[in-house]
């Protein structure tokens, strides 16, 4: 059986040792600072680094720019990996939120047209951030298990609708601007002491689908939430993703460890490439569970029944 990698763009908040333990590989884009300074994307830095970053952001929201990598970049990593013999998953953001999916698109179609023996499969992922390391983290074990390239491409194509979000954002007319999430502006004026909570639709766009009133109610709601949707948790790997939010995102990981017991749970912090377009203030769990419902009619309404039953 032929060998293949699993790769990711620069949006999926992996650190370095992560990619790592499970063999995953990311193409790497670019960012700017204000300075006008081009960055490769990172994967580790220390809490200075990143306290200062997030600082900056907040100050300058506009002054700071991403990009996937372009055509020619992303061409000459897959070359590189068929003279390697090697197959090829590539993993990317939803293409409504960037132009990662049709750079990757266009360079498959370029070594294909060059190699047509070449083996590759670039997916839209319908989503972004961590959560596409997560489904990646599942294609990677499934590699583990020796289930073939074509296997693990049916798997992924098959179930990223499953893939649910399930957490807050302190501040939503950031990650508004920056147009990655809709029905936020019926909680414009009013986030003091109100926490937003978000779910992934069809196209990988966060969706408020409630609020909660603090964190101790809201932790409440998400837990409730997240048994309304998940599937077989004692066998589950699940990511808290937080951009400059640890204390928050240590108490929910114990949480989730005590009400579900799943077979893993990290905590993945929100690199430059991603955190440039979400801002600090981002504390949200990922897992596999239920298909999203169109328009997400099901999960809002389990949401309200949810808040309901705590009052």
């Keep these: 059986m032929k060998k293949f990698v699993i790769m990711m763009d620069p949006t999926c908040d992996i650190s370095k040792k992560d990619q790592e333990k499970y063999n995953l590989e990311i193409v790497l884009g670019h960012y700017k600072t ?31 720019t991403t990009s996937p990598a372009n055509i020619d970049e992303c061409y000459k990593v897959f070359e590189e990996h068929y003279k390697k013999d090697e197959a090829m998953i590539v993993l990317s953001i939803s293409k ?19 190699y047509p023996d070449a ?22 074990k499934m590699r583990e298990e020796g289930k073939s390239f074509e296997e693990v491409v049916e798997w992924l194509e098959n179930n990223k609708n499953r893939f ?19 029905h936020a502006k019926a909680f414009f004026g009013s986030l003091v002491g109100i926490k937003p909570v978000g779910e992934f639709d069809y196209n990988g766009m966060t969706t408020v689908i409630g609020k ?38 240590e108490a929910f990981k114990q949480m989730i460890i005590d009400r579900f017991n799943p077979k893993e749970v990290h905590i993945f912090e929100v690199y430059p490439n991603d955190g440039i377009n979400i ?27 949810i808040v309901e039953a705590l009052k």
């Design 212 to 249: 909660g009133k603090g964190e101790k109610q809201t932790y409440k709601i998400l837990l409730e939430y997240m048994a309304k949707h998940i599937e077989n948790p004692s066998d589950q790997i699940i990511v808290v993703s937080t951009s400059n939010r640890f204390p928050q995102a």
């Design 96 to 114: 409504v939120l960037s132009g990662a999916y049709n750079f990757f698109k266009k360079a498959e179609e370029q070594l294909l047209e060059k």
């Design 34 to 64: 204000p300075d006008g300074v081009e960055h490769v994307s990172k994967y580790e830095w220390e809490p200075t680094e990143r306290d200062t970053f997030y600082k900056e952001l907040k100050k300058n929201v506009n002054g700071f």
């Design 279 to 305: 801002g600090p203030g981002l504390m949200a769990a990922y897992y596999y569970g239920k298909p999203i419902s169109e328009g997400l009619k099901e999960e809002t309404e389990a949401f309200k029944q």
């Design 164 to 182: 649910h979000q399930t957490g807050w954002m302190d501040d939503l007319s950031f990650v508004a601007k920056k147009g990655r999430i809709t």
């Design 119 to 140: 083996k590759i499969k670039v997916i839209d992922s319908m989503r972004f951030g961590a959560v596409v390391s997560l489904m990646a983290i599942y294609a990677s």
